[in-house]
């Protein structure tokens, strides 16, 4: 994954980060929790988190020393860093005891969802009970279309450099299926194609 591209991406997103928070924040309803972001477009939505909801402990884990890096400044830069850990791990299996986070939220999910190896299984894992997790792609059901116009077309072309793999709502239904967490499970497809898990 090219950092200089991945920075473009996650940056053009600033706008749209406090929409996504708070269609998580619509689904969690809760103010405090263990939250974990994961992935390579971590940071902006726990940025967005940190800022209304300053009981949450929140940790950002990648699996590349480089983006960790980065995530971690990005954080540190945006001076809502006082309680966020970073944390290099695999995605899969994950560096994380059973049962460890309240909330878990990856977005961008597409480039790494693949139901032969059950990463919704090693999310689930790490999942506390009563938690949720947050999984997917897309704008946000609330995101104001001009924001998203603005930024449609470039975040298209850098996401396809970055290997996007484009999943429809049948190939999520099955690797939903093959996870064993069908009953856990609810995809919703309000500004985008996400999955809510609970445990």
Do not use: H
Request: net charge negative.
């Amino acid at each position: 994954m090219d950092i200089n591209e991945l920075k473009q991406v996650n940056y053009l997103w600033e706008t749209i980060y406090p929409y996504l928070a708070l269609q998580i924040m619509e689904s969690y309803q809760k103010s405090t929790g263990e939250v974990l972001e994961l992935g390579p477009f971590s940071g902006g939505i726990s940025i967005e988190l940190s800022k209304f909801y300053p009981e949450f402990d929140i940790t950002i884990a990648d699996s590349s020393k480089e983006v960790l890096q980065y995530l971690k400044q990005e954080v540190l830069d945006s001076g809502f860093s006082q309680k966020t850990k970073f944390k290099l791990t695999e995605l899969n299996p994950l560096s994380f005891d059973d049962l460890q986070f309240d909330l878990v939220i990856l977005r961008g999910a597409f480039f790494f969802l693949n139901e032969k190896n059950n990463f919704l299984g090693e999310i689930f894992r790490i999942l506390n009970y009563g938690g949720m997790a947050f999984i997917g792609g897309g704008f946000g059901k609330d995101t104001p279309q001009k924001f998203i116009d603005e930024i449609a077309d470039e975040s298209r072309r850098l996401n396809d450099n970055l290997g996007r793999k484009r999943i429809g709502i049948k190939e999520l239904e099955k690797i939903v299926k093959d996870s064993g967490l069908t009953g856990n499970c609810k995809i919703e497809e309000q500004g985008g194609l996400w999955i809510i898990i609970r445990k």
